[in-house]
């Protein structure tokens, strides 16, 4: 990463807040702290932020609510912490947008690896982005465009997040083949898939829950048990 990356620290936690700005400028970023939600919008649509670290109790807005509003407009990474370890927490930040979870207490090196991971992902992603922004992809009633990252469904906009169209066009890519897990994981990623990381699953299922595909039994992505995902391309009538 050749240019100087924006980090946005939203925590109300002052000491922790101040303690994450020290130390990711002691690690060669720029770094600005907000402790409350409802100024968090504000200031993205105001300034260049390459990267939000949010975190989900916060004054005034919360966190869910901050990376909706902010997945309205903002593509980058959005990394949410919490002091909670609750899986319902979890599956309802990566529905909305987040990229990434953490628990308190941070640890400096693993939060210094998931940022650094998630800045290069986005730049690769862009990259690809701009190397195809001209190609769409249709299958019967799904018409998929790169260029504007979305999607529409018997002329219906999805709605998708971000990260929801990236997994929609990896998979419709591969269409009519089986895309296995570990692929797919470290691809929209940018790590090993540890085995116990449901980030994937739960995209996967906000996909189907938007496309009207049969959660107990889908016929437009299936899961192949023990291989990974398939993208049927006939099933978009």
């Known amino acids: 990463m050749d240019k100087l990356m924006k980090i946005l620290v939203a925590e109300d936690d002052v000491s922790l ?4 700005v020290e130390y990711l400028n002691n690690q060669g970023f720029l770094t600005h702290h907000i402790i409350r939600g409802d100024e968090v919008v504000e200031y993205v649509q105001q300034n260049s932020v390459d990267l939000v670290l949010l975190d989900l ?18 593509d980058a990474p959005i990394i949410m912490l ?13 529905e909305l947008g987040a990229n990434d979870y953490l628990l308190k207490p941070v640890r400096p090196r693993a939060l210094l690896t998931r940022i650094k991971s998630e800045l290069q992902l986005f730049q690769e992603k862009q ?3 701009t ?3 001209s190609k769409q992809l249709s299958f019967g009633a799904l018409n998929l465009d790169a260029q504007a990252r979305s999607a529409d469904f018997h002329q219906v906009d999805l709605g998708l997040t971000t990260t929801e169209f990236e997994l929609l066009w990896l998979l419709a890519s591969s269409a009519g083949k ?3 897990r570990d692929t797919v994981f ?3 990623n940018g790590w090993e898939y540890d085995g116990l990381d449901r980030r994937i699953d739960v995209l996967i299922s906000g996909l189907r829950r938007k496309l009207s595909d049969n959660q107990g039994k889908p016929q437009k ?3 192949v048990w023990g291989k990974g995902y398939l993208f049927v391309a006939d099933a978009w009538q």
């Open 127 to 129: 990259s690809l982005c």
């Open 131 to 133: 190397s195809v922004q």
């Open 221 to 223: 992505i299936k899961t």
């Open 17 to 20: 807040g101040q303690w994450i």
């Open 178 to 180: 089986v895309l296995d």
């Open 82 to 94: 919490t002091a909670r370890d609750d899986e319902f927490d979890e599956v309802l930040g990566l």
């Open 186 to 188: 470290k691809t929209m």
């Open 57 to 74: 109790m916060l004054p005034g807005l919360d966190g869910h609510q901050v990376c909706k509003q902010l997945r309205r407009f903002f």
